[in-house]
């Protein structure tokens, strides 16, 4: 599926500094019986962000009006847990288009990059310095550069490198995907497959 | 060749090597593909728009297992999304020439226990399918591991995937296991010392006496959690125990098929000197039969102690807190005696014809306690059906239990069987993330033997205390 392309990102973030957020919290088992790619957003964390009711929880940052934009800044270790792409899916379909962390779940990290969502992996110490810029002004905007490779806090200035390899990058600045890709080397693969023992 | 002694993961990996793509990632040849019906609709989709075919249908092996009903089977299933979900995994495996076991299907089960036991998993094989827990195929000594749908598109359309080369991990546990304590213990503590992130970036190989002790039905426990401390996946080399379990199964190679597929897997193992990125050791005496307190499969002790003390579990103490707050738990209480609600034993973690035994080794002779709902749930219908051959299924029935048809169940509660919101479950299964087996639902994982104590006492036992001799 056809994503935005990627390259400079500016814009406020949603704090949520909570370490281990699983899969399940971003997108609940019981929401994943679609069979299309469709409407995810809406149950983006579900079960953090409404009641039993389905009235919103106030608490809850999504639902706090001060904090928006299209970058989501999580505590270490985000995405652990299921394999679902569709924790991915919702997270992009409710508008996010970057995740900030100071460690990312491999198959989240893996998902992200294949949709269009950029994961940005930094270290401990800055991912501290971006919760308290925003918890100091909820407008604080960032600054998420995918041709520099670099994050920013646009009020202070300052900034972090982080890492991706060319490949990806070229991916996600031109809109293209692994499936393009492995299309132009079926006779590679014909040829290799034809060696296997199983 | 070069003069570096290999692990088992580098000779498997580096076999299915395609092209090395310079700082990006490696173009991997997939030998099996499982697929079900929640993650693979949106890949079928997508090859339809891009006008794709699947490339070597052969490869790919469909069964329905997330959504399945664990009753009435024979009906049609009631919730309709389900439904919708199940039909489309039948219509696209047909379209495409896909083997598919769908509901009422004698094969049907979940798919990490039923590729094993028809003989489709196979050493030195790469194996991925739209869930985390492909790991457990790494027990055979295969690379293992879950994917997104957009890779499950890959896989169909090409048969390969782009990943980076993890790192590699071995962690080895030396000596012998006490009585009562099983593989889902040992896999349990080595999840709790390393922490639900401790092996991200990693493949993981488990190596030592402890492993090489265990039946593949325990290997297969392990390597389905490798996912819980973030590993990409684990593997135990084969051995004699691997290829007598493999061999005569219905899709395992035969004659002069079998006596080359032997020999080439009897080279799969860690040469002596091979060089991993990390290494972890542990020592079976100090395993004791494990539950979890908290909320990811890292909070985990000994049955026998305390919950710990916030400062003491390491990580952010908010993010503790709220776990704890979560389960109704609080630091240094200790986790026998607490009440059990539910009790849930099945999933392609503990779903597996052992597991039973196990489970039925303690509730012999004894009686479900009141006020204890339990679900019994084998992983398969092969499974159920040696329940029901070995007379484990007699034992069940005189102690108070029924026993459920095969499917995921209450480890992710996609169908009906979810834990209502409050309530404690003892479960053998997976993840105790909040929300898993139904919202407000609290999960303890443990073993077997655990989740069998609880189910005849009502509370958390420790079941060296029930076993016989």
Redesign the interface.
């Known amino acids: 599926m056809a994503y935005d392309k990627f390259t400079v990102l500016k814009s406020t973030a949603v704090p949520m500094p909570i370490e281990n957020v699983d899969t399940d919290q971003i997108i609940p088992a019981r929401f994943l019986k679609a069979t299309e790619r469709k409407g995810f957003g809406d149950n983006l964390f579900r079960d953090w962000r409404f009641n039993a009711d389905n009235t919103p929880k106030k608490d809850f940052v999504l639902n706090n009006p001060i904090y928006s934009g299209k970058i989501l800044v999580g505590g270490k270790n985000f995405g652990s847990g299921s394999s679902r792409e569709h924790a991915a899916w919702a997270i992009y379909d409710y508008g996010f288009r970057c995740v900030v962390s100071s460690f990312f779940a491999d198959i989240f990290k893996n998902n992200s990059l294949n949709i269009g969502i950029l994961p940005v992996q930094i270290s401990p110490g800055f991912l501290d310095k971006i919760l308290r810029a925003i918890e100091a002004d909820p407008h604080a905007e960032l600054e998420v550069s995918l041709p520099e490779q670099k994050i920013t806090i646009l009020a202070s200035g300052e900034f972090e490198p982080f890492e991706i390899n060319s490949y990806k990058k070229h991916n996600l600045m031109n809109g293209y995907d692994d499936i393009d890709y492995l299309q132009s080397m079926k006779e590679d693969i014909r040829v290799f497959a034809a060696k296997s023992i199983y | 060749m070069s003069n570096t002694p290999a692990t088992l993961f580098d000779k498997v990996w580096d076999s299915h090597v395609?092209?090395k793509?310079?700082?990006?990632?490696d173009?991997l040849?997939i030998?099996?593909h499982f697929i079900h019906e929640?993650?693979s609709?949106?890949a079928f989709?997508?090859l339809e728009?891009?006008k794709?075919k699947v490339?070597?249908p052969e490869?790919t092996f469909a069964t329905a297992d997330?959504?399945t009903p664990t009753i009435n089977q024979h009906l049609p299933v009631q919730?309709p999304?389900?439904a919708?979900?199940l039909k489309?995994l039948e219509v696209n495996a047909a379209k495409y020439g896909i083997s598919h076991w769908g509901l009422g299907n004698p094969k049907n089960g979940i798919v990490h226990v039923v590729g094993p036991e028809n003989g489709i998993t196979?050493p030195g094989?790469t194996i991925v399918c739209?869930?985390?827990h492909?790991s457990t195929h790494g027990a055979f000594g295969a690379i293992a591991?879950?994917?997104?749908?957009?890779?499950v598109?890959?896989v169909l359309?090409?048969?390969?995937?782009?990943?980076?080369k993890?790192k590699k991990m071995r962690i080895s546990v030396d000596g012998v296991l006490g009585k009562g304590i099983t593989p889902k213990d040992v896999v349990l503590f080595i999840i709790s010392r390393l922490t639900?992130?401790g092996a991200?970036?990693y493949f993981v190989e488990f190596a030592g006496e402890v492993f090489g002790n265990m039946s593949m039905e325990g290997r297969m426990t392990v390597c389905n959690m490798s996912?819980e401390m973030?590993a990409?996946g684990g593997m135990i080399a084969p051995d004699e125990t691997t290829f007598n379990y493999i061999k005569g199964r219905e899709k395992a190679p035969a004659g002069a098929a079998w006596d080359?597929?032997l020999a080439?897997w009897k080279t799969l193992k860690t040469e002596e000197g091979a060089v991993f990125d990390k290494e972890y050791r542990f020592a079976a005496a100090d395993i004791e039969p494990m539950i979890t307190y908290g909320?990811?499969p890292g909070m985990g002790i000994g049955i026998t102690k305390n919950i710990p003390l916030a400062d003491a579990a390491g990580?952010?103490k908010?993010?503790y807190e709220?776990s704890l707050d979560y389960m109704g738990f609080h630091e240094n209480e200790a986790m026998l005696g607490k009440k059990v609600d539910y009790v849930f034993i099945g999933s392609c973690t503990n779903g597996r014809i052992e597991d039973f035994r196990a489970f039925a080794s303690i509730v012999k002779n004894r009686k479900k306690a009141e006020g204890v709902t339990a679900w019994i749930v084998p992983g398969s219908h092969i499974v159920e059906q040696q329940i029901k051959e070995e007379g484990i299924l007699d034992i069940l029935t005189a102690a108070g239990f029924q026993l459920r048809q095969p499917g995921c169940s209450a480890c992710?509660?996609?169908n009906d069987d979810k834990i209502p919101?409050g309530k404690y479950a003892v479960s053998t299964s997976n993840?105790n993330?909040?929300?898993?087996q139904g919202?407000?639902a609290r999960t303890m994982l443990a073993s077997p033997l655990v989740a069998a104590a609880a189910a005849v006492t009502g509370v958390v036992t420790d079941p060296r205390t029930l076993l016989v001799d």
């Not at chain 2, 793509?21 to 990632?25: E, H, L, R, S, V």
């Not at chain 2, 359309?157 to 980076?164: E, N, R």
Request: charge should be positive; proline fraction near 6%; charged fraction near 20%.
């Open positions: 395609v092209r793509i310079a700082d990006g990632p173009v040849f030998d099996r929640v993650t609709p949106v989709l997508g728009s891009r794709l490339m070597f490869k997330h959504n919730d999304l389900s919708n979900q489309a196979l094989m739209g869930d985390s492909t591991f879950g994917i997104g749908t957009s890779e598109e890959m359309s090409s048969q390969c995937i782009m990943q980076p993890p639900a992130a991200t970036g996912i973030g990409r080359k597929a080439y909320t990811n990580g952010s908010s993010t709220k992710l509660a996609m919101a993840r993330f909040e929300g898993r919202p407000g």
